[in-house]
């Protein structure tokens, strides 16, 4: 079972991004979705989550108004788009999946499997 993180690059202040995270190995239908995101030299932070069918998700502040985390249906990779991109959104992100179907919430330890990270890179 493998989550893959893409879409990650450079951009300019103001830009815009989307992440994606596919799966291989298992379908994960029923699966509760999450992004975080570690600055360098900081701790990995939560940033967005969505319950197993898409009808309910929750941001950190930082990043609501922003960001939008989706899925098409349970079987579609699970999407971050980012708008209005700025240089403190610099960080590698990593997707994370749980099989607590309707959890949203932000606890590290709630998601069981993870995939390698992406890096955004925001310049001013």
């Known amino acids: 079972v493998q989550l893959q993180a893409s879409g990650g690059g450079l951009v300019q202040a103001g830009d815009s991004l989307r992440l994606s995270c596919a799966v291989s190995g298992r379908t994960f239908s029923w699966y509760a979705w999450a992004w975080f995101r570690q600055a360098l030299g900081k701790e990995r932070e939560f940033a967005a989550a969505i319950n197993w069918s898409g009808d309910s998700t929750h941001y950190a502040d930082s990043v609501k108004g922003r960001f939008t985390i989706s899925r098409e249906n349970a079987e579609s990779p699970v999407y971050l788009q980012m708008d209005r991109l700025k240089p403190e959104d610099t960080a590698v992100y990593f997707c994370?999946?749980?099989?607590?179907?309707?959890?949203?919430?932000?606890?590290?330890?709630?998601?069981?499997?993870w995939g390698q990270g992406t890096q955004v890179t925001v310049s001013s």
């Open positions: 994370a999946a749980t099989l607590s179907s309707d959890y949203v919430g932000g606890q590290e330890k709630e998601y069981e499997y």
